[in-house]
């Protein structure tokens, strides 16, 4: 391999990036929804401890696997372990790639499609979340909505990627991480000021703690993977491109604490209209199209907080659907010897194509199904309750226990001596959470997924 092979400009790019990756539908739309419904505050308690015990040591030995290599998952494995089944690990973070970005477009689209309709107008005159549900599933329901949004959504994600690591991704995380800092600064100021946001923020802070049962942990754990963007080498693939002169500890802390910023945001902004206008914290899935349009429209002004409101999702769908590409692309290119545009034209539209059925999945393929489940529900379960869990599962593994861990620890130094020095117990910490917190805890999870526990 003659060829340079591409890198962050900053470490603040680096950053911003992959901030972009971690915050996406999973920060605005899943995590206000299943807090809702499992009781706010307490499940809130909850995914925190998970992201800090779980989430942060494996992001920290994701990147580095990354940085260590400068390869994406499959050439990272292959390099630090040589054997067949560390490096078909890799193989499955390039198929959970493939899987999961196949149907995140398909609601990245829809956030699209909704910025659209904001403009048309044709938000402002619900009465109830009844009206604005109608609406949704006229949408969703009409086959050329759902594949043209998707298209769009697609379309934008590969032309990003194509413009490489910083003259795509970078510059374009640049411009869109601080809008959508902004963007919900100003619904988060909206929502606390609205008559009535004091019960949303009590829903958000006092815990009710008779909520919480086994699967509530269970969905804390899983979606503090999904929300980190770990367990399938997304961050291993931004990691390979990160300089040896800095540090992935700080840079780990920096992007757990706007993941989780983040998303406390969104819940603010979003509990304190919902429980200001009197409906249903719980409404699932629906929250976000349903529930919220239905509020905006009750609001002075709500037809520019909802367009701000879909636009901050579209960003944040974006910023992560391309690094679900770029692993896909970072393989082809780093292993196979593709160029970057044939391999996002090739592998992009064979997932755009995947992403088909899960589009039609909510009308003319609603009646096929798998064990009850749509084509959208089963790509979805494989790829983020089977495979995320197991990847996140195998890299606390490989870090803790195979990579040696004078060889970790060496790496880990790069560009963090002083760290270290400062802070003389992070790393029996780190490899407790590593080798023996983390593992149990996942595999908890992931033989839950499949109706083993
Ligand atoms: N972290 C993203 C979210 O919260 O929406 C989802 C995601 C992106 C998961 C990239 C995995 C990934 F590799």
Redesign the pocket.
């Known amino acids: 391999m003659t060829q340079i092979r591409e890198a962050w400009g900053s470490k603040l790019g680096f950053i911003l990036a992959a901030a972009g990756?971690?915050?996406?539908?999973?920060?605005i739309w899943k995590f206000p929804y299943i807090a809702g419904e499992n009781g706010g505050a307490a499940f809130i308690f909850i995914y925190l401890i998970c992201i800090v015990i779980i989430g942060f040591p494996v992001l920290i030995s994701e990147i580095l696997i990354g940085r260590t290599t400068q390869r994406n998952p499959v050439g990272a494995f292959s390099m630090l372990s040589n054997s067949k089944g560390w490096i078909s690990v890799g193989f499955l973070g390039v198929l959970a790639?493939f899987l999961?970005l196949s149907f995140y477009s398909v609601i990245g689209g829809w956030t699209l499609g909704y910025v659209v309709e904001t403009l048309r107008g044709s938000l402002s005159n619900f009465k109830s979340p009844e009206e604005a549900g109608v609406l949704f599933g006229r949408l969703s329901g009409n086959a050329l909505w759902t594949l043209g949004y998707h298209t769009l959504f697609f379309f934008l994600t590969m032309f990003i990627v194509i413009r490489g690591v910083q003259g795509g991704i970078e510059r374009s995380s640049k411009v869109m991480m601080p809008v959508l800092l902004s963007i919900l600064v100003i619904l988060m100021i909206r929502g606390v000021t609205l008559d009535g946001a004091s019960e949303g923020l009590a829903f958000l802070w006092v815990p009710d703690w008779s909520k919480i049962n086994g699967q509530a942990i269970l969905i804390a754990l899983g979606h503090a993977f999904?929300?980190?963007?770990l367990g399938?080498g997304?961050m291993m693939t931004y990691g390979s491109y990160m300089s040896k002169k800095d540090n992935v500890v700080s840079a780990a802390g920096q992007i757990v604490f706007l993941d989780t910023v983040i998303a406390l945001m969104a819940g603010v902004a979003i509990f304190t209209a919902v429980f200001a206008s009197g409906l249903n914290p719980a409404a699932g899935p629906g929250l976000i199209f349903q529930t919220l349009p239905a509020v905006f429209a009750g609001m002075t002004g709500g037809v520019y907080f909802a367009f701000l409101f879909f636009l901050l999702l579209a960003i944040a769908a974006l910023t992560?659907a391309i690094?679900?590409l770029e692993?896909v692309v970072a393989y082809f290119v780093d292993e196979r010897g593709w160029n970057r545009k044939g391999a996002v034209m090739i592998f992009g539209g064979t997932i755009f194509l995947l992403g088909v059925p899960s589009a039609l999945s909510f009308n003319l393929m609603s009646d096929v199904t798998f064990m009850g489940k749509t084509f959208f529900d089963v790509v979805d379960f494989i790829a983020s309750n089977i495979l995320l869990p197991f990847g996140g599962l195998m890299i606390a593994i490989f870090a803790g226990w195979v990579w040696s861990r004078s060889a970790v620890m060496e790496a880990v130094k790069e560009g963090a001596e002083n760290f270290f020095e400062m802070n003389p117990n992070f790393e029996t910490i780190w490899f407790i959470f590593l080798k023996f917190i983390a593992p149990v805890l996942i595999a908890i999870v992931l033989l839950n997924s499949l109706g083993i526990v």
Do not use: D, K, R
């Open positions: 990756s971690a915050v996406g539908l999973g920060n790639g999961i999904f929300t980190l963007s399938m997304a992560s690094s679900l692993v």
